[in-house]
């Protein structure tokens, strides 16, 4: 079993291979948190349908700082349009520069080990932003990648330079010879005034159990645009928590979209800090589950201060003994007046034993704001399904048909052309297949 004093000996080892520098107190104070917090319980409120303790009555192996991953091929993972995109990979939770691809010039994009950018020019950025989702994240595994921080990445967008190559971080949990335990961090800083694109997918090789427990901070300034997109579609034995905290630290622009299709126990965690005038933010999400998959959506907006928009949509298909969650909250701080925020989630369930718990949650403290809230669940529209069969199409067919449209609205958010028409083919082939 790995528990407490398991990760003691190891966070032990860790710290005694880098004592130095301010990372290593970043990393302490996460191992307090996790030691008085322990791994969260459906006793506390945010964790109360996703039973995450459960994953950890097995032995995990964590990669030692000085392990050398066996993998020496990464086109299983590539996708569309990696060709022309900067590719960063992750084995195991550890950023691997031998395995990646920098197509971005130096004056543009600068990617570096958070370690060396915490003990170099890049110190001050590190020291200030590295572990601000801490102060939203207080539960036991997210201190948990905190006390582990170790080949990590940072990432740093240049002042007023729009990339050209998108940005792809592919993450690997070999799970060939035994159980794994990856918990990748990076650090991604963008510019005033620069562009760019984040994607984000996940593969377990191997048929033991592999659990990622990511997080990723992200600062974006004055006059930023940003999109990123989430693509989770790993095998029944890898589970995951992952946690995207971005915060507008300047009046910009984000615009993120999560697809979840395939995998075990998955939460996933997208905090969005409004903290300039005038910030917008889109956020999208799409679950299709099956089998005994278990997707939890976790969404937080804050907004510090006025005259910020936030739209918030995220829709979901729950098919056999899948089940699902959506925790979502609005936040408006007393300063935050002229906000305008929407919420919005809606459900599809197509057997008895699926299963969604649905909490659209507000919290204003403001009183010249616009804000609302909403869910739906539900089952195929009949009269629609029967129009399709009075035309001679199959039922499973019609059904499947129906299930694709009602997607339709979070897929054509995914802007890169490439990446939406191979989710589209995933999802085609995972709604047709399985009727």
Known sequence: MT???????RFEQLQGASPDGDIAGVRLKGFDTFTNSGLPSLR???WKYTNISSLFNKEYHVAAVDEKPVLSDVDFLRLPGHSGANELVFVNGRFMPTLSTIRSPD????????EDAANGIYKELVKEHLGQSSKYLK??????????????????????????????????????DHHTLSQPRSLVYAGEGSKLQLVETYQTIGTADSFTNQVMEVVVNNDTRMEYYKLQNDSANASQVSTTHIRQAGRSYVHAVTIT????????NMNLVLDAAGNETHLYGLYLLNGRTHADNHTLVDNRMPNCFSNQLYKGIVDDNAT???????????????????QSNKNILLTDQASINTKPQLEIFADDVKCSHG??????????????????????????????????????????????????????VQLFNNK
């Open 139 to 176: 539960d036991g595994i997210h201190a948990l990648n905190t006390s582990f921080i170790s080949g990590g990445v940072f990432i740093h967008i240049a002042k007023k330079q729009q990339l050209e190559h998108p940005i792809y971080l592919y993450h690997v949990s070999d799970a060939r």
């Open 375 to 428: 869910c739906t669940v539900g089952q195929l529209d009949e009269t629609a399904l029967f129009y399709l069969r009075a035309r001679g199409i199959p039922k499973e067919n019609a059904q499947a048909m129906l299930l694709q449209a009602f997607t339709a609205d979070i897929l054509v958010q995914v802007k890169p052309l490439l990446l939406r028409e191979h989710i589209r083919q995933l999802i085609t």
């Open 107 to 114: 004056n543009q994009l600068t990617l570096m080990p958070l």
């Open 44 to 46: 506390n409120e945010e």
């Open 261 to 268: 299709l395939n995998g075990g126990m998955i939460r996933n």
């Open 324 to 342: 699902a969650v959506f925790n979502g909250k609005i936040m408006v701080q007393p300063q935050a007046q002229k906000t305008n925020a929407y």
């Open 3 to 9: 528990d407490v004093s398991y990760f003691k000996d």
